[in-house]
């Protein structure tokens, strides 16, 4: 093997790859979102825009309680799966549990449904079964983003993150121009994406499974039922902290097409996709390629120096966030007319100078996702019930009134004040864990 060769071999380049797919996964997204936000705004107008947001809490819901958290539990245990010779187990244990929350949910949604008919509510039947299909298939997908993320298949995560994106828009205009531009046929559109993606990552889950031999059939059902207690017991506090999570989203929609108008909601959707939604990208790019090292150098969680190894690139990774954070926040302060003169229709401009409070609180929202690992690097995630319960309910006070003093101004500012609440209670939660090691050593 020649010098060349040993180079190109090393795992720094094998990094360094992924550092390249990760990002135009990421920068595809963000491409997507904002050409998407352009689009959409200038179709559906700022109200008609506020009644998709607001239609959009609903597979939130879905997103955030009944399928919360097994997603998670594939992207933390696969390699422990493999470890153990298990990922068939492990894998079947995840679908099982997703299909039994899909029963639970549609026998809600029939009960919900008769009571739509029964009220004469069946007007919103065809925006509710959209929601549903979009939010039931985006919900499967974070199996497989859960699985690939951990086997560290950049590339196809990459291309699917791009993907959802501009397809979510290829089928709305579609949708627009045969049926008419509004928030259904918007819903419908984002729905038709999401099975096509959907379908794209299972051909290549089934793909990985063939190369790896992966494909057996598991023999061991004792096996798989203790893979679906231990999915259940990590993701169990998801759906408890996700719907105070939701109800926070939520506060913030809501909180403004009532208190205000749909129009404001609309304008608040678009300023929150520039700045919150952007930050989020940009932190969801630092987690999707560290978590799979974070997990793989904690193990099973159950080894304390192994777990302090893990804590230390988590540091140095949220120091990063708050670096960048910092960076764009003074970017956005002196360019933010240009910003929203190019991203969105003209009567979305008017809150063009909250675009830098945007972009700390979604700064800071980025760095509460990055420190969460602190946690989530354990065997259980239950210790962050509290904090992102708490910070739930307190920004969805603060947002409330905010929204009644100061419209969407009050609502950007709330969004600040829960980020550094957060941020707050994780670091009291590792200073507890700190000691907790300390006294059991």
Partial sequence: MTVLQKVLSTRYLKIGREFVWVGIGQAASVIGSLVGLKVLTKMLGASEFGVLTLALTA?????NFFFAGPGQAVMRFFSASLEAKQPCELMQAAWKTMWQRTVILVGLVVCVAILMWLTGQSQWWS???????????????TILDGMQN???QRAVVAWHAGLSQW?????????????????AVAMWGYAIASIIVFSSQYWQYQRYRHHKLLTQAADHPDRITDWVRRINVYSWPFSVFGIFAWLQSSSERW??????????AGQYAALAQIGLASMAILSNYLIQMAAPVLY???????????RAQADRINMMLLLAMFIVTLVILVGAGLFHREIFSILVAEDFRDVSALLPVAVLAGGLLGCGQVASFIVLTGTESHPLIIPKSATAIVTALAVLVGANLAGISGVIWANVAGAVFYLVLIFIVKSRKRTWCVLSL
């Fill in 59 to 63: 597979p939130l819901l879905l997103g």
């Fill in 127 to 141: 925006m509710s079964a959209a929601a549903l299909v979009y939010g039931g298939f985006t919900a499967f997908s």
């Fill in 150 to 152: 951990a086997v560290r």
């Fill in 167 to 183: 397809l979510r828009l290829l089928f709305a205009v579609v949708l627009f121009l045969m049926l008419g531009a509004s928030a």
């Fill in 255 to 264: 909180g403004l097409g009532i208190i205000v108008n749909t129009a404001a």
């Fill in 296 to 306: 793989s150098r904690a193990g099973d969680g159950r080894d304390h120096s192994r």
